[in-house]
């Protein structure tokens, strides 16, 4: 709103500075700042008032992942014509793409026992970003997530 011609909203919501941003929930202001704010910080504020739809994330990470896997069929050939790593990682890309992620989890997990540093370290960074799609408190990401550091650091 112009200050200018809203004086008296703008005395009720005690604005002191340009731009005041003020959030509000059933008339209340539930969050605000004043100043120019970089934009990471003007997005974290956002965040925090409308959460982002986990369905949103998860349809992210299964995009990456699709953007260079085989088909599932196919990889699951390929995999099972040969049992290398790559195979595995392939069919793990291939899983994930499909949002079948504990089944991607079990390859990439192999991936990360066989061959630590296959396409530098990509088995345990496709782990991350499946932990990424799963909700924060998935049982899935946890069991998987203990199997991952036990593995790291033994």
Do not use: C
């Amino acid at each position: 709103m112009n200050t200018d011609e809203n004086q008296g909203l703008s005395q009720r919501f005690e604005i002191r500075g340009i731009p005041a941003v003020k959030a509000f929930v059933d008339g209340k202001v539930v969050a605000e700042f004043v100043g120019a704010q970089p934009e990471p910080q003007v997005k974290q504020f956002l965040a925090k008032l409308v959460p982002e739809d986990p369905r949103k994330r998860e349809n992210d990470v299964r995009g990456r992942f699709a953007r260079d896997a085989l088909p599932l069929a196919e990889a699951q050939a390929h995999f099972d014509h040969e049992e290398s790593v790559a195979t595995t990682y392939a069919l793990g890309r291939s899983l994930a793409a499909a949002g079948q992620w504990d089944a991607a989890l079990g390859k990439f997990f192999h991936v990360v026992q066989r061959d630590r540093a296959y396409q530098a370290d990509a088995g345990r960074k496709a782990m991350l970003e499946v932990f990424d799609a799963l909700p924060a408190d998935s049982r899935l990401a946890d069991q998987w997530r203990r199997m991952l550091s036990t593995e790291l650091f033994k």
